[in-house]
């Protein structure tokens, strides 16, 4: 006979988060519930090329990746962080790194749009 009530253990292994974040460009890598009740969201973007602020070439070739903690709106009182990687290319016709732009925030801003 099928048990017809979960335990405890069955019951937070079956919850997830699902944050809706409706920010473009970005893709979800990870989401998970910190021991402090902070919502920990982990995004990267989607385009695999950028345009040079230098020489404006487009570039595909990835120089190295590194994250950005940003905050979000609080959801139903839990804090929420994100973690943008931000990508860094190299420019095959100018010879210099830069970081692709900021889609969830703008240039310096540590709090999403």
């Known amino acids: ?11 937070n292994q079956d919850q997830g988060i699902v ?21 920990r969201i982990e995004v990267i ?3 695999e090329r ?10 595909v070739k990835r120089h190295d990746v590194r994250p950005r903690s ?15 990687y931000k990508r860094r290319f190299w420019c095959l016709h100018c010879r210099k790194a830069f970081t692709e732009p900021d889609q969830a925030c703008g240039r ?5 749009l």
Do not use: F, W, Y
Not at 1 to 11: D, G, I, L, R
Not at 50 to 59: D, E
Not at 73 to 84: A, F, I, N
């Open 1 to 11: 006979m099928p048990q017809q009530h979960s335990t405890e253990e069955e019951a």
């Open 19 to 39: 944050v809706p974040l409706e920010l473009e460009g970005l893709r979800l890598l990870k989401q998970e519930l910190q021991p402090d009740g902070t919502i």
């Open 45 to 47: 973007g989607t385009n």
């Open 50 to 59: 950028a345009s040079c602020p230098h020489c404006q070439n487009v570039c």
């Open 70 to 84: 940003k905050r979000d709106v609080p959801l139903r009182g839990h804090r929420v962080e994100v973690v943008l």
């Open 108 to 112: 310096g801003k540590r709090t999403t």
